[in-house]
């Protein structure tokens, strides 16, 4: 089951968040054939009015999309999982050079949900 959490301005998440979660959802079944009902997204937005950084400021569209998926996927499928997500997130009029994906693999004994 793949964690998905999004970092974006408070302002992307009143105006697409709904939208960018479906787009997300497109990516992850286009690239790694994953179920929407399997995967997890958390959004965390963040104060429109924060100070500039490396990344942008204020006003900018600046998110970051990280991705937790359990280990088997192929460079490929990751390439393409990054490619899509920037395709989907672009249609919706995000900058893609404003959007960071970092991906990390794990196991599943590193996961726990409720008592299992």
């Given amino acids: ?7 974006l301005p408070q302002s992307m998440y009143n105006e697409k968040g709904h939208a960018i979660g479906a787009a997300l959802h497109r990516a992850l079944a286009g690239s790694l054939s994953v179920s929407p009902a399997e995967t997890l997204q958390v959004f965390n937005p963040y104060d429109d009015a924060l100070p500039p950084t490396r990344f942008g400021g204020a006003g900018s569209d600046h998110t ?5 998926v359990p280990r088997g996927y192929s460079y490929d499928q990751k390439q393409s999982l990054y490619t899509q997500i920037l395709v989907e997130l672009g249609r919706l009029g995000l900058n893609p ?3 960071h994906i970092p991906l990390n693999e794990n196991n599943s004994y590193d996961w726990s949900v409720g008592a299992r």
């Fill in 97 to 99: 050079g404003n959007v």
């Fill in 64 to 68: 970051v999309v990280g991705v937790t």
């Fill in 1 to 7: 089951m793949p964690l998905i959490t999004v970092d």
